[in-house]
């Protein structure tokens, strides 16, 4: 499918976020707990099955062609530690939590007590969880080049789907905090495209896969906090590891 102009992939996955979360929110009320703890679960354990299939790209024969034996997941665990200590520097987990707990500050003075929220830390965590889940992957990533490269919209829409009723389920839980996340899509999805269009083309078949291996391992720390097995993990903090993975890879392809 071919879109009429670049990007447009990005704004109807904004849309179905948006909506999916008005709808979510709307009917979130008349959920009892017990359901919501539910929904959660279910959430974080689909968040794993999604976590499980990105992570497997460290043995994508593109990636494993390109780099030595055993290099991909050494590659992998690099940008992790790599990543996650530059994050850590930057206080990146701190920062997204401050700029979360703003937004929600900010809706409560714009609608009051129109809108139905639970505090802070409910706004931040669906905000977050929702963010990271709908950024990561290799959908948003050859998507958002396809649609910058003029190949058509065909996995953006397919991600849309699937992020419309993920937001739907995130939202009758988080709240609006989910309806944010759209901002994030926005910004990650329309800065690939516009990549795309600028240079062309962007990375190797080797270097998505790294990239998208590393954040399946980052969505498995999301899946532990909505199953609250470690509620406390630094997932923000790994976000530098995105950058780190490709950059890794072509250093080694180089050296190889």
């Known amino acids: 499918m071919h879109s009429a102009f670049p990007g447009l992939g990005t704004l109807i996955n904004v849309a179905t976020i948006v909506l999916g979360s008005l709808v979510g929110i709307a009917v979130g009320h008349r959920l009892r707990e017990q359901t919501r703890q539910v929904v959660t679960d279910s959430l974080g354990l689909i968040t794993l099955l999604v976590a499980a299939r990105s992570a497997m790209s460290v043995a994508d024969g593109a990636f494993t062609s390109a780099v030595p034996s ?122 690939l495209t516009l990549v795309g269009v600028a240079l062309g083309s962007f990375l190797p078949d080797a270097h998505v896969a790294a990239l998208t291996a590393t954040g399946g391992l980052m969505l498995v720390g999301i899946a532990m906090r909505l199953l609250r097995i470690r509620e406390d993990f630094p997932v923000a903090a790994l976000l530098p590891a995105l950058v780190v993975a490709p950059v890794l890879t072509e250093v080694v392809v180089r050296l190889s």
């Open 70 to 191: 055993g290099a991909p997941t050494l590659i992998v665990l690099g940008s992790l530690l790599i990543g996650g200590g530059l994050g850590s520097a930057l206080r990146l987990d701190e920062r997204l939590n401050g700029l979360g707990g703003a937004l929600h500050s900010w809706t409560q003075r714009r609608w009051g007590t129109g809108v139905s929220l639970s505090g802070r830390e409910r706004f931040i965590d669906g905000w977050l969880a929702a963010s990271l889940l709908f950024g990561i992957g290799p959908l948003m990533v050859l998507g958002s080049l396809s649609d910058g490269l003029g190949r058509g919209i065909d996995q953006l829409v397919l991600k849309s789907v699937l992020d419309g009723f993920a937001s739907l389920a995130f939202a009758s839980t988080f709240g609006v905090g989910v309806m944010f996340s759209a901002l994030t899509v926005l910004v990650l999805q329309g800065s």
